[in-house]
């Protein structure tokens, strides 16, 4: 009874996740399949490996960070193992990924390979080059963000904001 407890717990503090993330997405005009994405759900951007410098995901910096223990910790639950994971220790030019791997929704954490999606992601970043903008990874202190984008001489958009 008590994992039973454990799992209906779990299951409603998702629940509850979900339905803030909609509240603060639902004035946006997206199609079910994009809101999913939208939604804080799992994702991973592939790369061809000779187009970028790799690292292994547990030399990276955000690795023991909270937020990277998390993703390992829901990765592991998914059936994934972030250990078999190569990460780029810098940024890297979304542009020239090749593939887009994404959970269906936060209740169904297993990836899947979203073809269709790709397009959309190179038309976003297309767009915050146009505006002249850049989304620093979530790892990055605010001062390590600004630094970065003094460097890019581009404004920081905050997800967080």
Known sequence: MAADSATLEEAAAAFRTTI???????????????AHVAALNRIAIGFPIANIPVIPWTDHP?????EGQELNETAIEAGDDPTRWYVSPEPVDVLQSTEIWSSSSILIPK?????????????????????????????LTKEEATSLSKRLNLPVISGSA
Request: hydrophobic share 35%.
């Open 111 to 139: 990836l899947k390979r979203l073809d269709w999606y790709l397009k959309d992601v190179h038309n976003m970043v297309r767009k915050c080059r146009e505006v002249g903008a850049y989304i620093p990874p979530t790892w």
């Open 62 to 66: 955000g690795y023991t960070t909270a």
């Open 20 to 34: 803030e993330t909609i509240e603060r997405i639902k004035d946006l005009d997206l199609d079910p399949k994009m």
